[in-house]
Antibody, heavy 120, light 107 residues
Framework: QLHLQESGPGLVKPSETLSLTCTVS??????????WGWIRQPPGKGLEWIGS???????YYNPSLKSRVTMSVDTSKNQFSLKMSSVTAADTAVYYC????????????WGQGILVTISS | DIQMTQSPSSVSASVGDRVTITCRAS??????LAWYQQKAGKAPKLLIY???SLQSGVPSRFSGSGSGTDFTLTISSLQPEDFATYYC?????????FGGGTKVEIK
């Protein structure tokens, strides 16, 4: 069974870049034709999809965040990463990484989430 | 973008009650819909995918129906562990979008 774990700084200053890593265990990022994604949830609010990718190619971003977001993968470490530039207080949220199966559709397995606060 | 509208935003119910939550898409999404359960401080959990398929390990009291623009999640007999917030999500097209959530509270 897949296990995902987010890591990164819990506090980022406004205008700086948020960087998070998701470590996958129980399966390989580069096998099974899986898609992988990031979702966030501001405190007390709903879920927002950030983006999804397939390890060898296709990447999809939420247009509302596309100009500030980059996702990448390190298959040697079985990890994938999220970078979001020029953050503001509105980017304060719990960030989740997740597995989407082969159809880039639904989120089967989730990490526990990491709270990132944007504050000086 | 496809907008997902859930109703009600909250519902108070008792153990043993039948609870129905609805989700409406702003345009047709065929059966590309999922339901998630989220408990406080935890990641969402996939309950239902492709509108009516039960995820492995999810109790059979949960069921989903609908296609096109109108969908429902039904809990046939509410159990204490079902008090949570429920979200729908469309996967018909990018960007993937979620409903605003329905909080199921104890009456």
């Amino acid at each position: 069974q897949l296990h995902l774990q987010e890591s990164g700084p819990g506090l980022v200053k406004p205008s700086e870049t948020l960087s998070l890593t998701c470590t996958v265990s129980g399966g390989s990022i580069s096998s099974n034709n899986f898609y992988w994604g990031w979702i966030r949830q501001p405190p007390g609010k709903g879920l927002e999809w950030i983006g999804s990718f397939y390890y060898s190619g296709n990447t999809y971003y939420n247009p509302s965040l596309k100009s500030r977001v980059t996702m990448s993968v390190d298959t040697s470490k079985n990890q994938f990463s999220l970078k979001m530039s020029s953050v503001t207080a509105a980017d304060t949220a719990v960030y989740y990484c997740a597995n989407q199966g082969s159809a880039a559709a639904f989120f089967d397995y989730w990490g526990q989430g990491i709270l990132v606060t944007i504050s000086s | 973008d496809i907008q997902m509208t859930q109703s009600p935003s909250s519902v108070s119910a008792s153990v043993g009650d039948r609870v129905t939550i609805t989700c409406r898409a702003s345009q047709g999404i065929s059966s590309w819909l999922a339901w998630y359960q989220q408990k406080a401080g935890k990641a969402p959990k996939l309950l239902i995918y492709t509108a009516s398929s039960l995820q492995s390990g999810v109790p059979s009291r949960f069921s989903g129906s609908g296609s096109g623009t109108d969908f429902t999640l039904t809990i046939s007999s509410l159990q204490p562990e079902d008090f949570a917030t429920y979200y729908c999500q469309q996967a018909n097209s990018f960007p993937l979008t979620f409903g605003g959530g329905t909080k199921v509270e104890i009456k």
